[in-house]
């Protein structure tokens, strides 16, 4: 293979690696997790409910969740807070993992 070739052949080759872009660091908050121990503890739907809210509020506070979802979110949450202080846990937990669904929080 003569010399020139060569070279044109790997400059070529060279061209067609691709490098790894690094994401612009300006504008980007570190996104900080939630401490496990922060969460309420405690079975039922009291804690269960209290625990989701507890992540929904972080998430909103890192921006992971945009204020306005957070908003229909706790509100959801609190019709199930409702039920689960009227007694009624059945229906709490129904009504808690159908707004985990709707917002897409594993359940």
């Not at 506070?61 to 706790?74: D, E």
């Amino acid at each position: 293979m003569k010399p020139g070739l060569a070279l044109a052949a790997l400059l070529a080759l060279a061209a067609c690696q691709s490098k790894p872009v690094a994401p612009p660091a300006a504008g980007l908050a570190p996104v900080a997790a939630l401490p496990a121990a922060a969460l309420p503890a405690g079975s039922g739907c009291g804690p269960a409910i209290a625990r989701t809210q507890a992540i929904v509020d972080s998430d909103v506070a890192t921006g992971n969740l945009n204020a306005p979802v957070g908003k229909r979110f706790s509100a959801d949450l609190a019709n199930a807070s409702a039920a689960c202080a009227a007694g009624r846990d059945g229906e709490a937990l129904h009504l808690l993992a159908a707004a985990r669904a709707r917002y897409g929080y594993p359940g």
